[in-house]
C-alpha cells in the first residue's frame, strides 16, 4: 500500500522483473487509468496492477476498478483477498493473464478451478496480510509443488539471490519481493524509513488484528503495540476500538514523513536480511548473479559419476 506507484513499477520492469502497481492506492478508477499511462511513459516493459480484495468498512468498487485495467490494456493482474471470482472472471474474458496470491494451499486450488494461470505462495514470512494458517514458506512451497499443475511464485521473506536459488529449488518459478523494493532508491517511500528498514532486525515486526481474522505483519512500532494492547484486553472485541490506530492515511503519513512511529506501515521478517538502499537495477542484477552463482556452488559438490544404486 502507498508505495506501488508508477515510479517504482517501471524501475522495476526497467531492472528486468514485473513492476506492479497497487490499484486501491488510488481514490478512483479514473486516478489508477492516469498512473497506468503515466507508467507507460516511463518503461516500455510490461507491468502489472494488484488489485486486493479485503474486509473494509467502505469497501471500494472493485468492478470499476477492474473496469479501467481492462479498458487500459493491462496485460498481467495480480488478484488477492477474499471471493475474488467474479474479478477473475472478468479480466480472464478479457484475456489478462492472472497471478492470483494466496497464503493456503486450500485457495490456492480454488484458485485454479477460477482459472488463474500463475500463483504467488505467501508464506507467514510476509508483510501485511499473512493469512490465519500460519505456514512458512519452507513448508508452503514444498506443498504447492506437490500439488498445483500451475506454476507459482514464492512471495515472502525473499531479498536476495540466495533466497530466489532456493525458492527455485523447492519447485516455485520466481520470486514475488515487497519489502526489499520498499528500501531501494526508486521507492516512493521516505529515506528515513528506507534506512529504519535497514537498522531493523527480523524481529522487529508483529501480528495484528488477529482476532477479526485479518491477520497482519506490520513494522513493530509504538502505534503497533498500542493497537496490539487494545486488541488483547478489549472487553467487546468492537474493531472500531481499534481502528484509528490501523488508520491506512496514518500509514501513508508515514512514508511522507518519515517518522516510523507515526503510524503502522507493513513490513515483513525480511527486513532482517536487507542491508542497504539499492537502485532497482543494481538489486536486479545482483539478484540474479547471487543465485546464478548460487546454484552453480551447489552442483559442485556432485562428482562426474553416476548415481549409486540404493
Not at 538489486?283 to 540404493?310: G, H, M, N, Q, Y
Amino acid at each position: 500500500m502507498h508505495v506501488g506507484t508508477a515510479e517504482l513499477a517501471s524501475a522495476v520492469s526497467n531492472a528486468g522483473g514485473l513492476g506492479i502497481i497497487t490499484a486501491l492506492i488510488f481514490p478512483t478508477p479514473e486516478e489508477l487509468r492516469k498512473e497506468i499511462r503515466r507508467c507507460r511513459t516511463m518503461t516500455k516493459n510490461p507491468f502489472g496492477v494488484n488489485m486486493t480484495l479485503l474486509p473494509s468498512m467502505v469497501p471500494p468498487d472493485y468492478g470499476a476498478y477492474a473496469d479501467a485495467i481492462v479498458e487500459e490494456g493491462v496485460k498481467v493482474v495480480e488478484t488477492a483477498g477474499n471471493s475474488p471470482g467474479p474479478i477473475i472472471s472478468k479480466l480472464k474474458k478479457a484475456g489478462i493473464i492472472v497471478l492470483h496470491k494466496c497464503t493456503a494451499i486450500r485457495h490456492a486450488v480454488s484458485a485454479v478451478k477460477m482459472g488463474v494461470d500463475f500463483l504467488s505462495i505467501d508464506g507467514f514470512e510476509c508483510a501485511g496480510h499473512v493469512g490465519e494458517s500460519d505456514i512458512t514458506n519452507f513448508i508452503l512451497l514444498s506443498r504447492a509443488r506437490q500439488t498445483l499443475k500451475v506454476p507459482f511464485l514464492a512471495s515472502g521473506g525473499f531479498a536476495d539471490g540466495h533466497g530466489l536459488a532456493a525458492a527455485l529449488c523447492l519447485g516455485a518459478c520466481g520470486v514475488n519481493m515487497g519489502t526489499r523494493f520498499m528500501c531501494t532508491v526508486e521507492a516512493p517511500v521516505h529515506r528515513n524509513i528506507k534506512e529504519e528498514i535497514v537498522r531493523a532486525q527480523e524481529t522487529d515486526t508483529t501480528l495484528l488484528l488477529r482476532r477479526w481474522r485479518n491477520t497482519t505483519r506490520l513494522y513493530k512500532n509504538r502505534v503497533t503495540m498500542e493497537a496490539l494492547k487494545v486488541e488483547h484486553e478489549s472487553p467487546t472485541g468492537k474493531f472500531e476500538e481499534v481502528a484509528p490506530l490501523v488508520s491506512g492515511k496514518r500509514g501513508r503519513q508515514v512514508f511522507l514523513n518519515g517518522d516510523p512511529e507515526y503510524g503502522v506501515w507493513t513490513a515483513g521478517q525480511v527486513i532482517g536480511l536487507i542491508h542497504d538502499i539499492p537502485t532497482c537495477a543494481v538489486l536486479v542484477a545482483r539478484i540474479e548473479k547471487e543465485a546464478e552463482s548460487t546454484l552453480r556452488e551447489k552442483l559442485s559438490f556432485f562428482k562426474d559419476s553416476p548415481p549409486s544404486k540404493l
